[in-house]
């Protein structure tokens, strides 16, 4: 996607394409495929949902086939795992590929160690501490119960964006405010939630074991069949979301 006089343009097929993914289903099936894929138009060239659903098809309120609604269905599905995780962009990874990709983002730390060895910073504790209250939390009760906004931490969109980046916490839905009298307004907000809930621990826990870059050419193994044209380097870089 890029922004062009103001107006974002997306550079998707036509819909008569062969190539269109058509729904989420047809999006979970990419992704079980090629064990990563950005919502946009990134690292890999012809290789987003962006890139692979018409352009008027976005942002049209059309629930059965607006991409933008499609991976709201995709994360509430629990057959992915959505989230930043593309150099602070959005994406999906597969849930098998994930225990693999967890390990190289992670260099092999679960959170507490990362923290009791001083990897990561007292905000990404504060936030990652909140789980232990509730498994999932939307963004406006999470930034509250961590000690964000006014008066207290800051940067709190960045905070949470790197522990996405890192594989610690994903999008696990969304949802909108309530009002005093229980309706619903305002724009969805992203629910998140540890992977961990989505994941099983011990696959990840297993994955720790193997050397970072085994897993990472593991990865990259599953990406050049579904990108066999890309360039590796284009490859590796949407693996470590550089």
């Known amino acids: 996607m890029k922004l062009e006089n103001g107006e974002f343009i997306l550079s998707g097929p036509p819909e008569s394409s062969s190539a269109c993914l058509r729904s989420p289903e047809d999006v979970i099936a990419a992704v079980d495929r090629a064990g990563l894929l950005p919502l946009f138009a990134g690292a890999v060239p012809g290789f987003s949902v962006e890139e692979l659903t018409p352009a008027e098809w976005w942002w049209s309120g059309d629930l059965e086939r607006d991409p933008w609604y499609w991976r709201e269905t995709i994360a509430a599905s629990g057959r992915a795992l959505y989230g930043k995780f593309f150099g602070g962009r959005a994406g999906f990874v597969s849930l098998e590929c994930f225990p693999r990709f967890a390990n190289i983002r992670r260099d092999g ?134």
Not at 201 to 227: F, H, N, Q, W
Request: hydrophobic share 35%; glycine share 8%; aromatic share 10%.
């Open 109 to 242: 730390y679960d959170f507490d160690a990362l923290y009791e060895d001083g990897k990561t910073s007292h905000r990404c504790k504060k936030i990652m501490d909140c789980f232990a209250l509730s498994p999932e939390l939307p963004s406006y009760e999470l930034k509250r119960l961590a000690g964000f906004g006014k008066g207290g931490e800051k940067n709190f969109d960045g905070t949470v964006t790197k522990l996405q980046e890192q594989g610690y916490l994903v999008i696990k839905s969304f949802s909108r405010r309530r009002n005093a009298r229980g309706e619903e307004y305002g724009w969805p907000v992203a629910v998140y939630t540890p992977a961990e809930n989505l994941v099983s621990p011990g696959l990840i826990a297993e994955a720790y074991r193997e050397d970072v870059r085994d897993s990472a050419r593991g990865l990259l193994s599953v990406l050049r069949k579904a990108a066999p044209d890309a360039p590796e380097s284009a490859l590796l870089r949407l693996i470590y979301g550089a």
